[in-house]
């Protein structure tokens, strides 16, 4: 991929009025992921990271709750599109804990990683094919959606072209 189109095609930005956008959201985004996806997503504490993931989750065919893995570290699904893990970093104090609770293996083909709290993760966690940003807003969020790999870069065009008003 060249670094034209990770600069110019790769980002999207909207705004989200409250959690069941957000979840709105988070099922829109679930219609274009593939089962080898990495997301990220970063935000201040309550910033609604744990609602788009469980968007995603729900738009993938979870039918039951989903809850924020803090103290668990992950959360595995087994859906039709195959494994999905969530994990929540948070609670991490070293970056080499990933490596000691096997976070490689989680990494395979077969599985759509989305990952709260990537920075606690630095070092040891892949590049991410998509990077979700959230930040407050007024009295809403701003959510920011940044391809950093070719099929982050085909997520991100996909979700676009979905409709929306989605200028960066």
Same mark, same amino acid.
């Not at 957000?22 to 593939?34: Q, Y």
């Not at 994990?87 to 991490?92: C, P, Q």
């Given at each position: 991929m060249t670094d034209v189109i990770a600069q110019t095609l790769a980002a999207i930005r909207l705004e989200v009025a409250d959690e069941v956008e957000?979840?709105? /959201?988070? *099922? *829109? &985004?679930?219609?274009?992921? @593939?089962p080898s996806l990495v997301i990220t997503l970063q935000g201040d504490l309550g910033a609604g990271k744990t609602t788009l993931s469980r968007g995603i989750l729900l738009g993938l065919g979870h039918t039951g709750n989903v809850k924020s893995p803090t103290y668990a570290l992950v959360e595995p699904y087994e859906l039709e599109l195959g494994s999905v893990y969530h994990?929540? /970093?948070? *609670?991490?104090v070293d970056a080499e804990e990933l490596e000691y609770m096997g976070f490689a293996d989680y990494l395979s083909d077969a599985a759509l990683c989305l990952i709260e709290w990537p =920075?606690?993760? =630095?070092?040891?966690?892949? /590049?991410?094919?998509? @990077?979700?940003?959230? =930040?407050?807003?007024? =009295?809403? *969020?701003? &959510?920011? /959606?940044?391809?950093q790999s070719e099929a982050g870069v085909e997520l991100v065009q996909k979700l676009e072209r979905s409709g929306g008003s989605f200028a960066v």
């Open positions: 957000t979840i709105a /959201l988070g *099922r *829109r &985004v679930s219609k274009f992921v @593939n994990f929540d /970093l948070y *609670r991490m =920075e606690r993760g =630095e070092g040891f966690l892949p /590049l991410a094919d998509v @990077n979700i940003s959230i =930040e407050q807003s007024g =009295e809403g *969020r701003c &959510v920011t /959606l940044k391809a």
